[in-house]
Structure formats: C-alpha cells, structure tokens
C-alpha cells in the first residue's frame, strides 16, 4: 500500500540525497531493486518501494503519473489541512519526461483489520459526512470489514461516529477540504486509509487512477490536453481508434 505520512518539515530528504538517481519508466523500478529498495507494496500504476538504511521513508513509483500525482500536487500547494496530521507527508516528487512518478515520503503502516474507527474513516471519504453510502460502497464494506457490518447500517455507525469526531476533529474537515479542491470524486479503497507516526488516521491516495496533470503548470495542461487531442484524431484518420473490449 502507498504509505506516505507526517513528519516535521525539517526532515524532508530528496530523491538525490537518497542515491536514486534513474527515473525512468523503462527502468526506474529494477534500479530501485538493484540498490536495495525492495519492494513492499503495489498498486494499479505503481510500487511502493522501503530501504534498511533509510527506514522511515518509501519511495513510491508509477510508470504512469496517476491520480497520486495530482493529490501529491494538491498538498504541495497547501489547502486547509494538508499540513495537518491527516495528510501524508511528500519529501520530493519527480515526474519524468516520459511521464514516470517517483515520490519520496515518509513511512506510514497499516491500521489493524479491526480497529473500530477503520470503517467510519473510509465512509467519510466515500460520502459526504451524514449521507447514507450507496450500496455498492456498502457491500464492499460487507466483505472488507464483516465486524463492522451493524454499525455501517446504523445511522451513528452505533455511536462510532461520535467516538471518531472526538478523537479526531479534524478529520472530517481534512476529507471535505480536499473534495473542494480534487478535480475528481474521492476514493474509499483499502488501501486509502493508513496510520500515521501518532496514531491518527491518514488520507493516504484518495484520488482515482488517471491523473489530471496537477504537478503541471495551467499553461504545460493546456498543452497536454491538445496533445492528447491531437494524437486521438491522427489515431482515429489512420483507423486506429479504440476498440471495445
């Protein structure tokens, strides 16, 4: 899983100062394994990659700078609680030319299976808080989290929902700053909700899988998105458009 989590400003080592110096798509990945980064997690696009001399950071890498590059530029440029404890913490990010992501964060671990705030935690970002989730959401909850099954269907959660803003007040604040500025919905996946250096609940990689561009300036967007255009209609002239699985 993605894990990138709080820690002090004045600790923010770069991708360089780890000895990481090939970035590449192509390959990145087998010099992060040749120099001791194994592997320790892995998503649609990308690895999570951890070092014994360097313990309390990962480096994450996507061949396809995807939705994590756009919450990684989000938090970047800062909206109400991205320096907060329920913000992941990126030391360096890196977008290659060919459009490989590295990130530099430090480590987070995984919350226990049955901790009692975990499912009220990925309704937040799923719904907006005191919406009813849909049943696709819910079912999902079925199957990830059966011990918690009563409470998701109880209007409070069965009272976990006070518990939760008690101890952690911020948190909803946190999920609905961040769905004001995401160019997309959020995502309640698994793997999206990790723990941090304190115990507090962390946002972790909200967004979906395609990327926006956000690391990019509006004018590099713009340019992107004609590209693309471009390279749709030259692909559609030379009958080479898409074809429905």
């Avoid at 770069?14 to 010099?31: D, F, N, T």
């Avoid at 194994?38 to 070092?51: C, K, L, R």
């Avoid at 919406?131 to 011990?147: M, N, S, T, Y």
């Avoid at 909803?172 to 909700?193: M, T, W």
Wanted: charged share 20%; aromatic share 10%.
């Amino acid at each position: 899983m993605f894990g990138f989590g709080t820690q002090k400003k004045a600790f923010s080592p770069s991708l360089a100062a780890l000895g990481i110096v090939e970035r590449s798509a192509a390959e990145a990945y087998a010099a992060l394994i040749a120099t001791g980064w194994s592997e320790i997690g892995f998503g649609y696009h990308g690895t999570v990659h951890a070092h014994p001399d360097h313990p309390d950071v990962v480096v994450r890498f996507a061949r396809k700078a995807d939705g994590f590059g756009d919450y990684a530029a989000l938090l970047r440029k800062g909206f109400a609680g991205s320096d907060g404890p329920h913000a992941p913490r990126i030391h360096d990010m890196h977008v290659s030319r060919c459009g490989a992501l590295m990130t530099v964060g430090s480590r987070l671990s995984d919350p226990a299976r049955d901790a009692w705030w975990l499912a009220y935690a990925h309704a937040v970002i799923a719904d907006h808080p005191g919406v009813a989730l849909d049943e696709g959401v819910r079912d999902r909850f079925r199957v990830e989290w059966p011990a918690h099954e009563p409470r998701i269907e109880h209007s409070s959660f069965d009272g976990i929902r006070e518990a939760f803003r008690a101890a952690w007040p911020g948190y909803e604040a946190y999920v609905a700053a961040l769905r004001a500025v995401s160019p997309q919905g959020l995502d309640p996946n698994i793997g999206n909700v990790l723990v941090g250096i304190d115990g507090s609940p962390v946002v972790n990689d909200p967004l979906c899988d395609d990327g926006y561009g956000l690391w990019r300036s509006p004018i590099l967007r713009r340019l992107s998105r004609y590209a693309d255009s471009v390279r749709r209609s030259a692909g559609e002239m030379f009958g080479r458009s898409p074809v429905p699985a």
